[in-house]
Structure formats: C-alpha cells, structure tokens
C-alpha cells in the first residue's frame, strides 16, 4: 500500500510509546487516525486531545466506519497485541493492508535519511539528544523517540523541511531489521530479550545483520568496547567512539559543583567546552554519539554546543524530581543489570558521601531468571535495596521465579526488603531518605508523583 493512497490509519495498540509517535506523525499529515488500547494513559489522553479518538475494550462494533475500507486504511498494530485480538482479527479476514510499527518505521527510512539509534540500553536518551541537537539547528529533523522529551514534552518532532528522521532502532522482536538506515549508533550489544534471540550469540548476530542494512554511503558509529563485529556494505564508514576513547571522545572532563564540561574531539572538526544541560555523567558518552551524528550530518560547532548546553532529558531517564541539600528523588527507566549498574555509579559519582536508596521493580519474568545474579550484583551497588514484586508485561508467569531471585544473591550484609509494589507510597512515608531512586520498566513509575508530594512534605 503505497503512503499516497492512504486515508486513514487505525492503531490498535495505541498508546505505546512508539505506536503514538506513528500515530502523531499521521496526525500531522493531516490523515483520520483512531485505534485501541487496554487502558488509558497519560500518552492515550494527549492523543485524544489531538484528535485522535481511542477505545478501551475489544469491540470490533467500537471501529469507526472511516476506517471500514480496506482500499484506503492502513491497520497498524503492536508485538504486544495478541495473534487472537478480535479487531487484528476482523482486519486481518477482511483484506486490510496490516503493518508492524517497525514496518512503517522501516519506509520512512526508505524515503528520508533514517538516522537511526540501536543498543540495548542508551537509544532513547541519546536519539533524544540528537533530535534536539538537529531540530535547534539549520539542519532541523523529523523524530520518533522512545521516550518524552522534556524539551518538547513529546516523542515525536516534526519538520516540514528536513529529510532527515531520527529514529529509536528496537531490537525486540528483530523489529530493527525493517529499517534501512542513511546512519546509525551502536551504543551497546550486551544479551537482553533471550526469550526471542535465545543466546548471546544469537542476539549478537541480530546486530551484526542489522549493520548489513546501513545504505551505501552512510555511516556506523559504534561503541569501542562492544563485542560485537559489523558487516556493512561498500561505502559505509565505520567510526568508533567513547568516552576517553575513539574517534570520537571527550578530554578535559570536569565534573564539579553540579556541572559536566569537555572538550569533544572528532575527525571531523573539535569542539571545545561542551556543557552539559543534563549533567549526569553517563551524558557524557551519550552526548558524544548524539553530537556525531549531529556533526556528520551538516551541524556546526556552535549549534553543538547549544544543542547540548539546553537539553533537558527525557521522562523516566534519570528524572531528577527533588534535588537539593537534604533529599534527592528521581526515577530512571534502567531494566538491564548494565543499567542499573550504571544508574548506581552514576549516583555514586555525583553524591559520593550520601546514602543512596532504590526502590527497583524487575521487568519481565524471562528476564528476571536470565539475568537475577547480574541484577543482585548491580543492585549490590546502592547502600539500600528494596525490591517489588515482578512486573509481567507481556508475560505469563514462570514457576519459582520472583523478586526472591534477586534478593537472596544480593551482597551480604546490605540493607534489603521485599515489599509489595501497592506498600510503596506508605513505606516512603514512613521514612526520611537522602537520596531515593525508583528504578524499572513497569508502572512503579505511576508513584512517582505521589512521592514526590510525600518527600516534599517532609521538607
């Protein structure tokens, strides 16, 4: 189904945080867009107030008559989303043209130059980065973010002028084999969703043939510490980076008085004194990559610098809520044992005499037995660890695999509980922290306001 014949767009699955930046971009076009989701969100909300309308149930009488022609409607759906969904179903028995999100994701890439962002862990914060880089500057971009940006308090940026996307590359379910990338980073190849790959070696070769799909021309910009081994195709350049190290990298790092400043040097041009707007050490990395994305793509010294200095992150990425003298609150999205470790030492680095406290939910029960060692020693890194119980998402539970996983292979002698995730708010009241990280994927985020109010008040 060619894009020009398309009238209408039905999402079923449309409050995920990539469906809904698909449907904003239909929405912009001026298209009719509606779909379901299981339950309302803030993401369903906003989509409604922009003129999308959404239901709730599976009610194939709840799809309105402009999204009835097959000739004219493109059906758009979510992994997520059940093989015996009853509206999937409908549509799929009726002839409709039905695509994968990262099928739609993967023909912008075919008609604008996909500037593409890959890694287990690292892609939101640093496609974001990019994204506000190139949109503040004469190079401009269209976006589809994993994330909130908290610069535009959205996940996708639009431009009328730009041929350039940038785009968050999933490897859950091999979705980023559909994109055909003009660019691309690799910030990190470490094993995640075994449940689809099945081996390390297996998640490894996904990325090793997702490098086979960057277009002739174009660019990898890969981490210097991975693995991983790519296979691009004649005239791709392969650049590396880090943060000391690499063809690009930092120097003069100075960290102090709540401030992150460097020098980036590049092949192509250096810039120095690069500020960081959110300045958490791990920015530093993330920065680098995003900036040489930024620069290889037409952007100068000066729009670098103020890209970096006014970006503002990315809601549940290091989301600072309360920072002062006496407590610290934030939440971060980190749902990999490298990312909660880097979360800790991040922490560690910036407050280095304060008892750090997280509240971790784990994320996924294949994910929990996989990796519960690697994620009791990450979490062997915080003076204080509180656990909840799993949260399933997709998922059906697994026979003798629960948060105690976790819990009994944490370091010896370190605080410890388990609680469940509906104690939350009242264990937060009954305590005063200093520093206070809830952690993970699932929806202990939802707390997060309440705990704000409730530290707030103890100030």
Known sequence: MDFKDIKAVYFIGAGGIGMSAIARYFLYKGLDVAGYDRTPSNLTRELEKEGMPIHY????????????????????????????????????????NIEKRAQILGRLTSIHKGLCFAGTHGKT???????????????????????????????????????????????FDRSFHWLRPWMSVITSTDPDHLDIYGTKEAYLEGF????????????????????????????????????TSGDFHAENILIADGMITFDFISPVENVPNIELGQPIPINIENGIAAMAIAQLNGCNAEELRTGMKTYRGVDRRFDFKIKNSRHVFLSDY???????????????????????????????????????????????????VILTEIYPAREEPIPGVSSKLIYDNLAPGIDKQIIRKDDVLEFVSQRDFDVLLVLGAGNLDDYVPQITKLIKEKE
């Open 208 to 243: 090793r043939h997702y490098t086979e799909l960057i277009q002739p021309g174009g660019a990898l910009i890969i981490h210097c510490d991975l693995e991983l081994k790519p296979n691009v195709g004649s005239g791709v350049k392969i650049y590396d980076y880090g943060k």
């Open 334 to 384: 980190g749902h990999h044992p490298r990312e909660v470790l880097q979360s800790a030492k991040s922490l560690k680095e910036i407050y280095p005499n304060r008892k750090i406290t997280v509240i971790f939910q784990p994320h996924l029960y294949t994910r929990t037995l996989d990796f519960h060692k690697e994620f009791a020693q990450a979490l062997s890194n915080f003076d204080e």
């Open 57 to 96: 149930e599976e009610n194939i009488d709840a799809i309105p008559q402009t999204f009835r022609n097959p000739r004219t409607t493109l059906v758009v759906f979510t992994p997520a989303v059940s093989a015996d969904h009853k509206e999937l179903a409908f549509f799929r028995e009726n002839g409709f």
């Open 125 to 171: 914060s640093t496609s974001t980065m990019c994204a506000h880089i190139m949109h503040r500057s004469s190079v401009g971009c269209n976006a589809f973010l994993g994330g909130i940006s908290k610069n535009y308090n959205t996940n996708y940026i639009f431009s009328d002028k730009s041929d350039f996307v940038v785009i968050e590359a999933d490897e």
